[in-house]
Nanobody
């Protein structure tokens, strides 16, 4: 198992930016495909973005394409989600997770973080 800890959430106005971080420990991070998911109030948890183990491949949910960028630093055991042009509908708890790269969108695997709240005001 890998332990995941998210940070970087907060309250910003629409049009603003946030960068989420997810720090991993407990396993060889550079072997892991990673993803971000979000859960808005009253809705199911949904896929946002994923990145493969090397960082060479990424995948995004349609509504965030062009606004969000997922990246990773294997030397720091950290995956990031840069979120620009934020909208009120991006308000949710954001979770990082290990993912399987064999499905589209990549599906969550075994490990989840505790989540970080992102709130976008209009």
């Amino acid at each position: 198992q890998v332990q995941l800890v998210e940070s970087g959430g907060g309250l910003v106005q629409a049009g603003g930016s946030l960068r989420l971080s997810c720090a991993a420990s407990g396993r060889t991070f550079s072997n892991l495909n990673m993803g971000w998911f979000r859960q808005a109030p009253g809705k199911e948890r949904a896929f946002v973005a994923a990145i493969n183990w090397s960082g060479a491949s990424t995948y995004y949910e349609d509504s965030v394409k062009g606004r969000f960028t997922i990246s990773r630093d294997n030397a720091k055991n950290t995956v990031y989600l840069q979120m620009n042009s934020l909208k009120p509908e991006d308000t949710a708890v954001y979770y990082c997770a290990t993912v399987s790269w064999s499905s589209r969108p990549p599906a969550p695997d075994k490990s989840w973080g505790q989540g970080t709240q992102v709130t976008i005001s209009s």
